[in-house]
């Protein structure tokens, strides 16, 4: 559309031409085993998300614009990419069983493969793989190890930025922007950051991640027609970081992406719930054992400071606020539940034998803790004390989850499908990347969504009349 526009200098325009020579074959097989597990990792939560309550009235919506688009549904059916990236990535988010980035908190997974799967009709899995790590590299670099936490406590979602820095990142890659046009989707995806904790345990949460997906997508493809946007957003005083966090406590940081790989510290959340409550969890889950059917009188749930001020209901009343109540979790863990999606059920939530453990549990913000540490103490009526520790949570980069928890979680996001459609998804994404393995596991699903749409066969009625 006429000559490339000049790039200027800064953090913006720096992450601009990283982009545009990001390649398949500088990633090292550990980042695209990373990338693979992250994908395998993003089908597993979407399809689990696409019945959710929050994805079917989304989707709906969407039907109703009545918009356009080769971007396929894994509902079925087709629309306008950024749509469907809205959609899918709520989907993936709306249980709140995705990916976490510890050194940013935010949740990358999501809206970036939304946005990508979304933005891409006919793309290879190379150039899937290096976009989405190289978006997740742009987003975290620029955020350091502040900002994202920096946000988080003055009450914005850090994913509301990250989250659309990456995906617009990815996109950029996908769609083989210039440096220069890869600076203005960056910039452009900034000036519509949104996303706040005050809206943690409720719909708006995963929607949150939607619209991270569809500004990214949104963003990628007006820079590509050449829509111009302030680059001096992330300059030091540029006001993008100054905006949000108005103390100045963290900035935007010029990016070393030559360093190490962010993909690599992803966590993949082992429970289906705010991650700063995993350590707690798993501290919980160490003393199931010994407590057995005995009764308890009281528990103490030393966690971060930070975790409670998210995870702050103390009697959930539905499954969103259950997923940010640390007492629920903490009794799920002491009956030796695995946190998985039907302990948040509303069958789940009026147990007796839970409610009265909930009652029990005392949470206790520690100084010096950090989100993946944390201590319970249980004591039992009989006055015995027992205490577990976790200095580091499950699913962690440094205590990754084992093949087989991973199959075991994708097996539990899928058990709404067929056991023949799950395996056959799971087997090709375990391929990836190889030739087409993105598309014919795009296809199983709406192959799935097409046979259940599709009016069944009647069955023979009680008076015998058969053809």
Known sequence: MGAALPAPAGPAARAGEWLAAAAFDRLEPRVVAAVRASLIDWFACTVAGLQAPVTQLVAVRMRRYAATGPAALLTGGATAAPMAALVHATAAHALDYDDTHIWTDAHFGGPTWAALLAASTSSRDEDLCVAFAAGVQVAAKLAGRRLGHAMAQRGFQATGLLGRLSAAASCSVLLRLDAAKAAAALSLAATQTSGLTGAFGTMAKPFQGGRAAFDGVLAADLAADGFAASTALFEPGGGLARALVQDGGAQIVDPDLGGEWEVLRTSTKAYACLHGIHPAIDAARELHPQIAARAVRSVRACVAPG?????????????????????????LGLTGRANRLRDFSAQALAEPRLQSLLACVEVVPQE?????????????????VLAADVPMARGHPARPLSADELDAKFIDCTAALPAATATALLDTLRAFPARDTVARALQILREHAHSRARPQPASPSSTGDIE
């Open 307 to 331: 975790v409670p001020r998210i995870g702050h209901y103390g009697a959930p009343a539905d499954s969103h606020e259950a997923r940010f109540s640390i007492p629920y979790c903490v009794a």
């Open 368 to 384: 010096g803790l950090r989100m993946y540490e944390a201590a319970v103490q249980v004591t039992l009526a009989d006055g015995t």
